[in-house]
């Protein structure tokens, strides 16, 4: 593989970019520091699969964020920025929140549990997303969330009711909003949500929110007003990326996140959790040919046979969605191979 790029990705030259960086790097170095510039840190937590990624690559308008259908696509923090005008929006995306019960359960690492806390520290305001089409988020969860919120009450936060596309009833809407809010937003009643005898002792939600949103990331409705709520939130100061920076994260981590959400996107159940995608070539000079393998334990001839499908047509069918995915990443063409490998040994061994 050729090396990495170890500085962080940059917007690529549309005519706006390029005026923008221009006029930034003309400047000397004290007065880089004067420029009137606004940043948000923007930590975006939930339940898994209710949307973080899908929402911040809609924002900023860039599959940076790997997502996909299944839960747990986003296993560590990512930084996702955009500009607008003079404000830098600086997004965490993070794994889904879960309870320590189910942590256990799924044998899922600490480090992930942290990654979410860790956002929570280098927040100027919280977003938290919740998927209102799904009515089986558990109780325990969203007491999980409200305890972290609470327990970060000095940074504002706001609720993002996710997945409005797919709701079938206002009256589920509503009962999102109630249980979530207790009710209330920065403490003051909303009307329409008041508690009934059924619910009354239901305590779980954060009544501090400071604003709630409808939105569907998948289509973009509602995204518009998040950003703008975003702006209004940012604060004067010195960069901390360059305007012309849009992840924190390295081309190799973005490939074979891209490729690892694909094959959780086409692989059924446990198989895609069970597979490890390394990136063996990228021209860091043309940024434009990249192959990528996925690994598969053995004894599973049988599993890779799944995972390329009847003459290896599953594999083309991820093979030219990935390539669709890197090209909005990139916003350039691109060539991808995925060769896929059998391994004898443990995939923990597989470098
Ligand atoms: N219909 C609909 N689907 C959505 C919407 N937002 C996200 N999705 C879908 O929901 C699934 C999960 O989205 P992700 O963005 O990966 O969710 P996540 O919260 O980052 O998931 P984790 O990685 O598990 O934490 C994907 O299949 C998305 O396409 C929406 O507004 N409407």
Redesign the pocket.
């Known amino acids: 593989m050729t090396c990495m790029r170890s500085c962080f990705l940059r917007l690529s030259y549309s005519k706006m970019d390029y005026i923008l960086s221009a006029f930034y790097s003309s400047q000397p170095k004290q007065a880089k520091e004067k420029l009137l510039w606004r940043i948000v840190n923007v930590a975006i937590i939930?339940?898994?699969?209710?949307?973080?990624?899908?929402?911040?690559?809609n924002i900023v308008e860039r599959k940076i964020?790997?997502?996909?259908?299944?839960?747990?696509?986003?296993?560590k923090l990512a930084r996702a920025m955009c500009i607008e005008n003079n404000t830098q929006i600086i997004f965490l995306?993070?794994?889904?929140v879960v309870t320590e019960k189910e942590q256990m359960k799924y044998k899922l690492p600490t480090s992930m549990v942290g990654a979410y806390q860790k956002s929570l520290n280098c927040a100027d305001v919280i977003g938290v997303?919740h998927?209102v089409?799904n009515s089986y988020t558990k109780d325990s969860l969203h007491r999980e969330v409200t305890s972290m919120l609470k327990a970060a009450s000095n940074v504002p936060s706001f609720l993002i009711l996710?997945?409005?596309?797919?709701l079938k009833s206002k009256r589920q809407l509503l009962a999102s909003i109630r249980n979530l809010t207790n009710g209330c937003i920065a403490g003051k009643p909303i009307p329409g949500t008041e508690k009934n005898s059924k619910n009354k002792k239901i305590e779980r939600g954060y009544d501090n929110f400071s604003d709630v949103f409808l939105?569907?990331?998948?289509?973009g409705?509602g995204v518009k007003e998040i950003k703008e709520y975003l702006i209004g939130n940012a604060k004067s100061a010195t960069l901390q990326y360059s305007p012309m920076d849009w992840t924190d994260q390295t081309p190799e981590s973005l490939i074979e996140e891209a490729v690892r959400?694909k094959l959780l996107?086409f692989l059924a159940q446990e198989i895609p959790y069970n597979l490890k995608t390394q990136l063996e070539y990228y021209d860091e000079e043309t940024e434009d040919r990249i192959v990528c393998s996925v690994a598969v334990e053995c004894p599973s001839e049988r599993i890779a046979k799944l995972i390329s499908g009847a003459g290896g047509g599953r594999l083309q069918q991820i093979k030219s969605h990935v390539r669709e995915d890197l090209i909005d990443l990139f916003k350039k063409q691109v060539v991808i191979d995925l060769q896929l490998k059998v391994k004898n040994k443990s995939l923990e061994d597989f470098v």
């Open positions: 939930g339940a898994p699969n209710s949307g973080k990624s899908t929402l911040i690559n964020c790997a997502a996909s259908s299944k839960v747990h696509t986003t296993t995306d993070t794994p889904g997303v998927d089409s996710n997945k409005v596309d797919k939105v569907s990331a998948l289509n409705d959400a996107d």
